[in-house]
Protein backbone atom coordinates (compact mmCIF):
# COMPACT_ATOMS: atom_id res chain seq x y z
CA UNK A 1 0.00 0.00 0.00
CA UNK A 2 1.37 3.30 -0.84
CA UNK A 3 0.95 6.71 0.84
CA UNK A 4 -1.33 7.86 -1.83
CA UNK A 5 -4.08 4.93 -1.13
CA UNK A 6 -4.44 6.77 2.58
CA UNK A 7 -5.51 10.15 1.16
CA UNK A 8 -9.10 11.38 1.74
CA UNK A 9 -11.15 10.76 -0.81
CA UNK A 10 -14.52 13.42 -1.50
CA UNK A 11 -17.34 11.47 -0.65
CA UNK A 12 -19.25 10.09 -3.89
CA UNK A 13 -21.94 12.31 -5.29
CA UNK A 14 -24.85 10.35 -5.34
CA UNK A 15 -26.82 10.48 -8.60
CA UNK A 16 -30.48 10.43 -8.73
CA UNK A 17 -32.42 9.56 -11.67
CA UNK A 18 -34.28 12.29 -13.57
CA UNK A 19 -37.20 11.89 -15.92
CA UNK A 20 -36.37 13.04 -19.88
CA UNK A 21 -39.45 15.84 -19.18
CA UNK A 22 -37.97 16.69 -15.81
CA UNK A 23 -34.11 17.10 -17.53
CA UNK A 24 -35.80 19.54 -21.17
CA UNK A 25 -37.51 21.40 -18.02
CA UNK A 26 -33.96 22.62 -16.62
CA UNK A 27 -32.23 22.58 -19.39
CA UNK A 28 -34.82 25.72 -20.27
CA UNK A 29 -34.38 26.80 -17.26
CA UNK A 30 -30.54 27.02 -17.40
CA UNK A 31 -30.68 28.83 -21.19
CA UNK A 32 -33.22 31.64 -19.95
CA UNK A 33 -30.77 31.69 -16.41
CA UNK A 34 -32.94 30.17 -14.10
CA UNK A 35 -32.13 28.19 -11.17
CA UNK A 36 -31.93 24.62 -11.48
CA UNK A 37 -35.01 22.46 -9.93
CA UNK A 38 -32.77 19.38 -10.10
CA UNK A 39 -29.64 20.43 -8.44
CA UNK A 40 -29.74 19.60 -4.60
CA UNK A 41 -28.52 22.62 -2.34
CA UNK A 42 -24.92 22.10 -0.78
CA UNK A 43 -24.84 20.83 2.44
CA UNK A 44 -22.90 22.15 5.44
CA UNK A 45 -21.97 19.47 6.92
CA UNK A 46 -18.07 20.00 7.16
CA UNK A 47 -16.06 16.76 7.85
CA UNK A 48 -12.59 17.41 9.44
CA UNK A 49 -10.68 20.20 8.71
CA UNK A 50 -11.04 22.60 5.80
CA UNK A 51 -8.79 23.29 3.24
CA UNK A 52 -7.99 26.88 4.87
CA UNK A 53 -7.70 25.62 8.76
CA UNK A 54 -5.77 22.27 7.66
CA UNK A 55 -3.07 24.73 5.98
CA UNK A 56 -2.26 26.11 9.76
CA UNK A 57 -2.43 22.81 11.58
CA UNK A 58 0.40 20.30 11.47
CA UNK A 59 -0.14 16.76 12.90
CA UNK A 60 1.79 16.02 16.17
CA UNK A 61 2.44 12.85 18.14
CA UNK A 62 3.43 13.30 21.56
CA UNK A 63 3.11 10.29 24.72
CA UNK A 64 1.12 11.30 27.77
CA UNK A 65 0.10 8.79 31.12
CA UNK A 66 -2.91 6.81 31.05
CA UNK A 67 -3.95 9.35 34.01
CA UNK A 68 -3.49 12.32 31.37
CA UNK A 69 -5.78 10.76 28.56
CA UNK A 70 -8.42 9.69 31.34
CA UNK A 71 -8.49 13.74 32.36
CA UNK A 72 -8.31 14.58 28.49
CA UNK A 73 -11.39 12.28 27.53
CA UNK A 74 -13.32 13.81 30.52
CA UNK A 75 -12.62 17.21 29.59
CA UNK A 76 -13.32 16.74 25.88
CA UNK A 77 -17.17 14.78 26.99
CA UNK A 78 -17.62 17.29 29.52
CA UNK A 79 -16.91 20.93 27.17
CA UNK A 80 -17.75 18.57 23.96
CA UNK A 81 -14.81 20.37 22.25
CA UNK A 82 -12.16 18.06 20.29
CA UNK A 83 -9.44 17.04 22.62
CA UNK A 84 -6.64 18.64 20.11
CA UNK A 85 -8.96 21.83 20.35
CA UNK A 86 -8.92 21.66 24.57
CA UNK A 87 -4.94 20.93 24.24
CA UNK A 88 -4.66 24.02 21.54
CA UNK A 89 -6.27 25.92 24.57
CA UNK A 90 -4.21 24.70 27.57
CA UNK A 91 -1.04 25.43 25.74
CA UNK A 92 -2.17 28.94 24.98
CA UNK A 93 -3.19 29.20 28.38
CA UNK A 94 0.47 27.98 29.66
CA UNK A 95 2.38 29.97 27.34
CA UNK A 96 0.40 33.09 28.49
CA UNK A 97 1.65 32.59 32.15
CA UNK A 98 5.06 34.20 33.66
CA UNK A 99 7.88 32.13 33.87
CA UNK A 100 7.71 32.16 37.50
CA UNK A 101 4.47 30.68 37.18
CA UNK A 102 5.21 28.22 34.53
CA UNK A 103 8.23 26.88 36.86
CA UNK A 104 5.70 26.43 39.47
CA UNK A 105 3.46 24.57 37.58
CA UNK A 106 5.73 22.29 36.39
CA UNK A 107 7.47 21.81 39.50
CA UNK A 108 4.40 20.71 41.32
CA UNK A 109 3.82 18.57 38.35
CA UNK A 110 7.31 16.71 38.93
CA UNK A 111 6.57 16.36 42.57
CA UNK A 112 3.01 14.23 42.02
CA UNK A 113 4.87 12.02 39.55
Known sequence: MSLTDLKRKK????ITPVSVD???EDANN???GKASLLAT???NVQRGLDKKSAKIYRHATF???ETSISQLDILSKDTKMAKSRLLRILIEEFSQRTAAEQHRIVHKNEDEH
Not at 11 to 14: E, T
Open 41 to 43: PPT
Open 63 to 65: TLT
Open 30 to 32: YAL
Open 11 to 14: PKQI
Open 22 to 24: DFI
